[in-house]
């Protein structure tokens, strides 16, 4: 089945303790995103990957960082995460432009 | 900057009726709209993609146009089910915006009324 996974789904967790959410795609799709949910803000995309080792900033990558060391999978890495990143984060696959998005069931993080 | 804006916080039918979504954008010329559909607590699904040659794409119920000179997308949904309510986003990417960047609208959340 192709599908976008993500863990944790839940994390609560304190400032300045480094955290890392993982994302995983068995599509062999060359990109990815990441993005993040937040009420009256809507979807705002944080970074994007179109391979391995290549990755750009979206919209809103401050205090964000990502890595595509294989195809597979992008993880977002909050070094010291602070209460204004609780909200909810969704990792999104495709396999070009102008197709299908596939997004994750999302992580809920909160920041205390 | 580039801005989305989708109608209204959450729009009320009748079961049957025709559902009317609007998406206008600001200071953005997109290369293709997108509409995504999103249950509460889950991801987003994709639902249809619309080239911006293109005037109008169907699927099923589902019915999107896109006129670029109004700066504007529509998204129908006829013959409305009470499974069709959900929170319906749009998307626009590439040209002025930049391929991979992805802007999305914050979503009209539409309740079907049995």
């Known amino acids: 089945e192709a599908q976008v996974t993500q863990n944790p789904r839940y994390l609560i967790t304190v400032t300045g303790k480094k955290l890392t959410v993982t994302c995983s795609q068995n599509?062999?799709?060359?990109?990815m995103s990441w993005y993040r949910q937040d009420p009256g803000l809507g979807l705002r995309q944080i970074y994007y990957s179109m391979n391995v080792e290549v990755t750009d900033k979206g919209d809103v990558p401050e205090g964000y960082k990502v890595s595509r060391k294989e195809k597979r999978n992008f993880p977002l890495i909050l070094e010291s995460p602070s209460p204004n990143q609780t909200s909810l984060y969704f990792c999104?696959?495709?396999?070009?432009?102008?197709?299908?998005?596939?997004f994750g069931p999302g992580t809920r993080l909160t920041v205390l | 900057s580039q801005k989305i804006e989708q109608n209204s916080e959450a729009l009320n039918i009748q079961e049957g009726k025709t559902a009317t979504l609007t998406c206008n954008y600001t200071n953005y010329s997109p290369a293709y709209l997108q509409w995504y559909r999103q249950d509460p607590g889950r991801g987003p699904v994709f639902l249809l993609l619309?080239?911006?040659?293109?005037k109008e794409k169907r699927k099923e119920r589902l019915k999107v146009t896109f006129d670029t000179t109004l700066k504007q997308s529509l998204f129908h949904i006829t013959a409305s089910q009470p499974a069709d309510s959900a929170t319906y986003l749009c998307?626009?990417?590439?040209?002025?915006?930049?391929?991979?960047?992805?802007?999305f609208g914050i979503g009209t959340k539409l309740q079907v009324i049995p």
């Open positions: 619309i080239r911006e040659n293109e």
């Open positions: 599509m062999n799709h060359e990109y």
């Open positions: 998307a626009l990417e590439g040209d002025s915006g930049g391929y991979q960047k992805v802007t």
């Open positions: 999104a696959s495709r396999g070009g432009l102008y197709v299908t998005q596939y």
